[in-house]
């Protein structure tokens, strides 16, 4: 059975936030609603600011934490990444925004239970929650939008 560490799921948070903040960036272009606008680019900058607290993760630290693993089929469901196409539709960000904002949510809240470290399970419970939000104000825009406008 293979097994993900601490320091993996850092790797790929550091390219999932990364994604995000490209997806945000474009949302940010492709919304015709100020509002919607203004959202896009604080959810950008979010992602942004996380990349950099995972980049900066020190590789020592997630190193002692190899212990703490889990089998991989239990974590891989939130490894699933969609690539970031420039071509991809306001309709299509928004449902694939909300897919990465749930497994972010949930392999955060996975990785804090990985790790011994309570600076790392803070940080990684407080992105956990920063997903949970970003989550609930794209649904808001996806009904408004979408179901309004088919």
């Known amino acids: 059975m293979e097994f993900v560490t601490l320091e993996d799921v850092i790797k790929f948070a550091v ?3 990364d994604t995000a903040y490209k997806l945000y960036k ?11 606008k203004k959202m896009f680019e604080e959810l950008a900058a979010e992602e942004a600011t996380h990349k950099d607290v995972f980049v900066k993760i020190d590789a020592d630290k997630a190193e002692n934490h190899r212990l703490c693993t889990l089998p991989e ?13 420039e071509d991809l539709t306001y309709s299509e960000i928004l449902a694939y925004a909300l897919k990465t904002e749930e497994n972010a949510y949930q392999l955060y809240k996975a990785a804090a239970g990985m790790t011994d470290d309570p600076k790392l399970q803070k940080v990684l419970m407080t ?5 949970l939000g970003h989550r609930r104000r794209i649904e808001a825009i996806y009904e408004e939008r979408v179901l309004t406008e088919g």
């Open 15 to 17: 390219e999932r936030e």
């Open 127 to 131: 992105f956990a929650d920063v997903e």
């Open 73 to 85: 089929s239990s974590i891989a469901k939130y490894l699933a990444d969609v690539p970031f196409r």
């Open 26 to 36: 474009r949302a940010a272009e492709l919304s015709t609603s100020i509002a919607s």
